[in-house]
Structure formats: structure tokens, C-alpha cells
């Protein structure tokens, strides 16, 4: 297989895809277990402090990363963007009223006043973080099972039939579970290198080994479900490059496990990251060459040569000064050893 | 109400709800740098006191614009996918553009809020200064999106569709430079004596407050150049719309029949059945002499197109005369803050102008939200003007009506909730 322009650009979104999972998806694992904070209060108060000084300086720029992957679907693969806005409005519009409360239920209780106002906002930011992801997962999920192609564009019907029926099956609830298990198994790999005491990376270990099961729990499910993805299962398992990135990914799981059991953090964050990254090349591989399965190929949706030229110099230009800033970002304040990231209280006047 | 209203309300809805935290996001950074710079400086403590409390302010309105802007990019394709489907690749670029400006943003601004204590004063500065300037960046890119529906350029239209598509050639379209000079001033405008105005209110009722003056200065530093430049701005934009979309300046000014020696229009209400406005008063020629700067000059009525075609003339010309209004007070009160200046006057004892700056805190904010319904009700029934109608590219979707309901709640309880913590922020606290 020859690499066309198209699918390069298609590759930039999956890159930008992947991460936004890496990153922004850590941030919702992170309202996951806040939400699920436990011990006793001080304990629980500990971890939630943890999480909130993890997410609160990187999570804005970690979300801008879904926004350039819409930008470029629009741009690059512009039939594809309004068929997936058509036939998947109703999941995609609960999934950006969960981002909205999600990101403002944050700010509101990081800059709000009292502890009670506090309790309140962090209720709505952790149950926004737990809901959105599983959406999300329903929407690829959705992609991936054929709910976008042809005749599921949305082309009149019944309400129910069109815009509800073509995603409101098992399988891409399966693949919501399982977006939510790698994205809180994601969050507690993380925080462990960000905790700055043993209890707390203790509490961490634990989550991270629970959620890892949970991911493989909610992978099962999936692959039970499959038959409902048809086009997309039969790549994951029949394709010549099927057994090598399964034994790559099974291979990055168990790397997980087992540098967390060992407390090898550095290592376990590695392993999981890769993990991830292999199951959504996993995905990309598996449908290809098609965007939208079952009839939607990437070349056939891709805009005029000109536009996807402009779009890669565009990105090209745009990384230059992204990742220096990234890295800079990411340099000051998830440096191991540093003190919390703090916004000085203001002095009273 | 039909699905293509309910479509059209919820842009609106979501437009209007964005822009205002668009607009602060794009001017709010300049004050708390400024603000920074001068405590560096001088060591004043109230600088710093005051670069703290505006950060603290930009962190809530940035994270509330973060979210509502990821709605918009998504409601384009949710509620227009005819549209995007056919305008993707010409007006991705911008967008595509925007997306860096937007991420370079959210970098620094973290670490301009986060970063007190771990980076030093110059790389502190510097982080806010990049969050200035590409918040400004952003914004350019998008009116430059938004420009092209008012004077699409850069293609061949063949069958209804684009062929020989021209992305750079669509960037620079003819809208693209007077709009988005008028909506970069516009931001730094409401922004600065929505701000300035503030500390003016409290000024009036404690003279002594040294805090209160020099957010006032610097409020009054960002506003009032920009509302003084702001009617050339206005000029040029004028010029060019009369040149380029002379419908929508038939909408704005109520100018039903094409004539030579318009003249201008001030408020009235058009009746667009018998195509006259009733209770204007007209300024002979002036509109043939602001539009074209020649008295004589022959300018295009409501006639070039048949009626189906008309924008709503009424709350078009409404939107452009309020926003005229609005920014005309706001240059005076411009022109006067720099003649008390220039004269070294304490303006604190000025009772007069603190009133008047503690009047203009809202009028930006709603001279930007009257602006952009005209340009955007001035563009209708077109969605691209002239080769894609509105109607034709909303979702097939039924019962948008609920979606506009949600967002329009949510948007509500989100706008209570922040003038509520900034109230709490920056002002219940600077009475002190």
C-alpha cells in the first residue's frame, strides 16, 4: 500500500485523535476518579487536590486537540464531517454538553469561593468526566459499526430510525465502556508519577491495576460484539498485520501490569500510552481504506489536491510552533520533583 | 417554530453567547500585561495585585470560550452540514490556522496562570504577551472564515459546486480585511471600558482608591485609542460593504430604491410593504457621502433584488443603528479621556466623565453583539452570499427545536454563573 496524500492527512487526524486521548482523555479519567475518591475524607480530599493540580495548567491545551482534528475532518474529508454531523447528531451534541460542564464545572470550582460551592462544582465536573468519555466511545463506536455510511446519513426517515437506531446498539455502548476504562486506566498511570507521597501513589497503583483489568473486561465485551461491526472486525482479525500489532498491544498491557506491580511508574506510563496508541491505530488499520465504513473511502471524501497541500503546510507550519510550546508546557509543570503548580491566593485587601 | 429557525436560533444563541467571551479573551490579556509590565517597573504592589486578579478573570472567561468555541466547531457540521460539506476546503485554511493561534493560547495562558512560581518574570511576561497576541490571531482567522460567506472568492462555480478552489486566494476576499480590523478594535474597545467602567462606578462612590484608578488608567489605556480609531475602521468597513454587499447596506441604512445623493437615514422604522421608514430623520447625501465619500455618488437600494431575497430590513437597520450610536458615544468619551491626558487632569475628580465611563461598561459589548447581527441577519437568506441559501443548508435532522432549547438553558445558567464569580473576583472585592 502506497501512501497517498489523503491518507496521510487522515493518518494527522488519527495522530491528532490519539492525542487527544493520551492527553485530554487522561483528564477525564482524572473526573473519573475524583468522582470515585475514596478513604477516609482527608484521604479522599488528598487525592481530589492531587487530580485537580494534575489537570488544571495542561487540560485547556490538551483539549484544543479534538478541535484540530474536527478542523482538519472538515477541511480535509468534508462529506465525511457532514455525514458523521448528520447521522450522529444526537451522541455528538450530548458529548459537547458534557464537555461544556466538564471544562466550566472545573474553572468554576478552582476560582469559586467556599468549600460548599466547591462540593458542587466538583460533582458536575466529575460526573461530566465519567459521561462524556463513554459518548465519545459511542461515536466511534457508532463510526466503526457502519452508522455513518450510506443509508445511515440520515437521507429522511423516521426520527428514531435515522438519528437514533444506527448508534443506540450494544456495540458502541461496548467501545463508550471501554474509551471510559482506557481513559481512567490512562489518569492512574499518570498520577502515580504525579503523586507526591507513597499513600497517594499507592492509591494510584491501585486504580491504575483496577482500571487495566477494566479495560480488558470492556475489550472483551467488544470483541464479543463485534459481529455488530462486521467490516471493522473482520480487519482486526483476518488482516495480514492483524497477529503482529495484537502481540504489540497484548505486549504493551502486560508491560503495564507488570511495571506497576514492580512500582516501575516511568515504565508503566510508557506501556499505557503505548497501549492506547496501539488500539486506536488498531482501529484506523482495521477500517481502512475506508473513513466512513461501510462505503465512504478516504480518497473518495478527501477535498481538491490543493486544499489537502495547504492543510499539511499548514500543520506543518502549526508544529513548528506547537511542540516546542508543548514541550515547554509540559517541561514546567509535570517536571518530577516540582512543587504543585499554584495560582498565589490574592492577597486580602 | 420550523427547524431552519430553531438552526438559525441556536447559531445565534451560541454566536452571541461566544463572542462576548471572544472578545475579552482577545483584549483581556493586553490589560493584565500591561498591568504586569508596570508592577515590574515600578514595583507597585497594586500592579501586581491587579495583573492577579484580571488572570484570574481571564481563566474563568477563556475556559467558558474554550468549551463554547469546541460547540460552535462542532454546531457548523451538526446544523449546517451542507454548508461545511461544500465550504470545508475552501475555508478550512483560516480555521486550520485559528486551531494553532487557539492551542499557542491555551499554552501560555497556562502557564502565564499556573506559572507565578516556576518560570521567571521575563518568561512570565513573555507567556502573557503570546497569549495576547495569538488571542488576537484567532479571532482574525475566524472573521476571515466568516468574511468569505459575505464575499466568497476563490473558486469557479460549476453545477453548484466549487471547482478551481483557491484557499489563499479565499482568505484575502474582499471582507476579510476591513472585518476583521473592525471586530480586533471592537474587542479592545468593549473590553477596556467594560473594565474601565467598572472601576469608574466605584470611583464615583471612593475617590481615594488607588487600586481603582490605576485599573481605570489601564482600562482606559486599551479602550480609548481603539474607540478613537474605531470609526475609521468603521469607515473603511462601510466603503467596502457599500462596494461589495450593497444589499446588506440597503438593509442597514433602509435604503429601499437605488438613487443618486442618498441620504442618510438615522434611526426610523423601515415598513418594507410600502418601502419607506417611518420617523427617520434623513441628512441629505450624507450616505452617498460616507459610503462612497462623494455626494453625488449612486448608491444600490433594496431594488437590485427581488423581494425574496431581502434580509430582514427592519432589525437590520436596528442592529446598525445602534451599533453606530454606541460607537460614536464611546469615541467621544475616547476623545475626551485622552484630552484629560494630554492635560495631566486628575480624572477622578471629573464626576462627569467618571459617569460617563461608568455608562459606557456595557455599550461595547452591545455595540459588538448590534454589529455582528447586522453583518450576519444583513447576509440572509444567504449562507455563502450568492451561491448557497441558508434553507438549503441546514440538517435534515427534525426537531432542532429541543437542541436549541438545551443549549440556549445551558448557555443561560453558564452566563449567570461567571458574571456571578467575576462579580465576586475583581469587583465585590476592589471595593475594599
Known sequence: ?349 | MSDLLAARSQMAVSLAFHIVFAVIGIAMPLLMVVAERRWQRTRDPIYLDLAKRWARGTAILFAVGAVSGTVLSFELGLLWPRFMELAGPIIGMPFSLEGFAFFTEAIFLGIYLYGWEKVSPRAHLLAGVLVAVSGAASGIFVVIANAWMNTPTGFILVDGKFASIDPIAAMLNPAAFPQALHMTLAAYVATGFGVAGIHAFILLKNRTSTFNRHALAIGLLVGAPAAVLQPLAGDIAARHVARHQPVKLAAMEALFDTRVGAPLTLGGWPDTDRRTTKLGIKIPYGLSLLAFHDPRAEVKGLDIVPRDEWPNVPLVHLSFQVMVALGTYLALVGVWAGWLAWRKRDVTAQRRFLWAVAIATPCGFIAVEAGWMATELGRQPWVIVGVLKTADAVTPMPGLIVTFTVFTLLYCGLGAVVTWLLYRQIVRTAHA
Open chain 1, 1 to 349: 500500500m502506497t501512501l497517498s496524500l489523503p491518507d496521510l492527512l487522515a493518518g494527522i487526524i488519527l495522530a491528532a485523535l490519539t492525542a487527544y486521548v493520551l492527553l485530554a482523555g487522561a483528564d477525564f479519567g482524572g473526573g473519573v476518579w475524583d468522582l470515585l475518591a475514596s478513604g477516609p475524607p482527608p484521604r479522599r480530599a488528598r487525592q481530589r487536590d492531587l487530580i485537580a493540580h494534575a489537570i488544571g495548567p495542561v487540560w485547556e491545551a490538551n483539549h484544543v486537540w479534538l478541535i484540530l482534528a474536527v478542523v482538519l475532518l472538515f477541511t480535509c474529508f468534508p462529506p465525511a464531517f457532514a455525514r458523521v454531523a448528520i447521522a450522529l447528531h444526537v451522541p455528538l451534541t450530548l458529548v459537547l454538553i458534557g464537555i461544556v460542564l466538564r471544562g466550566s464545572a472545573f474553572t468554576f470550582r478552582s476560582y469559586g469561593g467556599d468549600r460548599e460551592e466547591e462540593k458542587h462544582w466538583g460533582q458536575v465536573f466529575a460526573v461530566a468526566s465519567l459521561v462524556t468519555p463513554i459518548l465519545l466511545g459511542v461515536a466511534v463506536g457508532a463510526v466503526a459499526s457502519g452508522a455513518a455510511g450510506e443509508q445511515g446519513a440520515g437521507s429522511g426517515g423516521q426520527f428514531y430510525e435515522a438519528y437514533v437506531a444506527p448508534w443506540l446498539k450494544p456495540f458502541p455502548f461496548a467501545v463508550g465502556l471501554f474509551a471510559l476504562a482506557c481513559f481512567a486506566f490512562l489518569a492512574a498511570v499518570y498520577l502515580t508519577l504525579e503523586a507526591r507521597d507513597r499513600d497517594l501513589q499507592e492509591d494510584f497503583r491501585l486504580r491504575a491495576i483496577g482500571a487495566g483489568v477494566a479495560v480488558f473486561v470492556t475489550a472483551a465485551l467488544g470483541l464479543l460484539l463485534s459481529h455488530q461491526a462486521s467490516f471493522v472486525g473482520r480487519g482486526l482479525v483476518g488482516a495480514p498485520w492483524a497477529v503482529t500489532l495484537h502481540v504489540l498491544t497484548g505486549g504493551a498491557a502486560v508491560t503495564a501490569f507488570w511495571a506497576l506491580w514492580t512500582r516501575r511508574y516511568r515504565a508503566a506510563r510508557v506501556a499505557a500510552a503505548a497501549q492506547v496508541t496501539l488500539i486506536l491505530w488498531g482501529w484506523g488499520l482495521a477500517q481502512y481504506p475506508y473513513l466512513l465504513p461501510p462505503d465512504l473511502t478516504i480518497a473518495a471524501a478527501a477535498a481538491p489536491r490543493v486544499t489537502l497541500q495547504l492543510a499539511l503546510g499548514a500543520v506543518s507550519v502549526g508544529a513548528i510552533v506547537l511542540f516546542p510550546s508543548l514541550y515547554y508546557l509540559l517541561r514546567v509543570f509535570k517536571r518530577p520533583s516540582s512543587a504543585p503548580p499554584t495560582t498565589p491566593p490574592i492577597p486580602p485587601r
